[in-house]
Nanobody, 127 residues
Framework: QLVESGGDLVQPGRSLRLSCAAS????????MGWFRQASGKEREAFSC????????DYIDSVKGRFTISRDNAKNTVYLQMNSLKPDDTAVYYC??????????????????????WGQGIQVTVSS
């Protein structure tokens, strides 16, 4: 099971850190993805962290503002979100996939490639 935490209501321009913790599996071996779904929109992948190396991927709209990282000792993956905008308002999900390559690869944005999901957590950016 994956459990997200850290969601909140914040003002535009502020920061927030989401956590994704796991029980029963070591996340260091899993490719980790972050998705979000705004009201009335499709779920969108916006970040991925490979398990093999420290490589990460981001979509353009969050690049430079969001950072995905791991703390293997705590079996937790983090999403640091800075300079938040109202358009970042959504339910945020972490997802994990155990793949032989241990890399995000070209399919990291496809939800069906992830095996395990968190329940989602609300992030609201509003003044």
């Amino acid at each position: 099971q994956l459990v997200e935490s850290g969601g909140d209501l914040v003002q535009p321009g502020r920061s927030l850190r989401l956590s994704c913790a796991a029980s029963g599996r070591a996340l260091e071996h899993y490719v980790m993805g972050w998705f979000r779904q705004a009201s009335g929109k499709e779920r969108e992948a916006f970040s991925c962290a490979s398990a093999k190396d420290n490589s990460t991927d981001y979509i353009d709209s969050v690049k430079g503002r969001f950072t995905i990282s791991r703390d293997n000792a705590k079996n937790t993956v983090y999403l640091q979100m800075n300079s938040l905008k109202p358009d970042d308002t959504a339910v945020y999900y972490c997802a994990a996939d155990f793949r032989l390559s241990r890399l995000c690869g070209n399919s990291w944005h496809q939800a069906q490639t992830y095996e395990f999901w968190g329940q989602g957590i609300q992030v609201t950016v509003s003044s």
